[in-house]
């Protein structure tokens, strides 16, 4: 018989809570520490992501971008993803949301 195993939410957003207690007690910068997302938006025509993981699925629509911790998608119109590193890329278009998942 074969066991699957639940991965329990609750414990693991515990976890992260603790480790950002942690980097907050030592006054580390998150972002370094945690290796949390960084989303910064320039009006509406320009955003910039730093610490994502991947692109899952892009059209000039909506673009969704795997972080370490979440989902970050961008929905808007003539979205485009203007240029990316290992570490940012830089998504232009007409932004009308952004929204995150867990």
């Known amino acids: 018989m074969i066991k699957k195993h639940r991965v ?3 414990n693991a ?8 207690g942690f980097a907050e007690g030592l006054e580390l910068p998150k972002d370094v520490s945690c290796g949390v997302v960084i989303v910064t938006v320039t ?4 955003l910039v992501l730093e610490n994502y ?3 899952l ?11 370490k911790d979440c989902k970050v998608t961008v929905c808007g119109c003539r979205l485009k993803v203007d240029y990316y590193t290992n570490e ?3 998504i232009v278009g007409l ?8």
């Not at 699925?57 to 972080?67: G, K, L, P």
């Not at 932004?95 to 867990?102: D, G, K, L, M, T």
């Open 8 to 10: 329990n939410k609750n």
């Open 53 to 55: 993981k991947g692109i």
């Open 43 to 46: 009006g509406r025509r320009v």
């Open 88 to 90: 940012e890329m830089k």
């Open 57 to 67: 699925s892009y059209d000039d629509d909506c673009i969704v971008i795997q972080t």
């Open 13 to 20: 957003i515990q976890q992260k809570e603790k480790k950002y």
């Open 95 to 102: 932004i009308h949301q952004i929204s995150y998942e867990v």
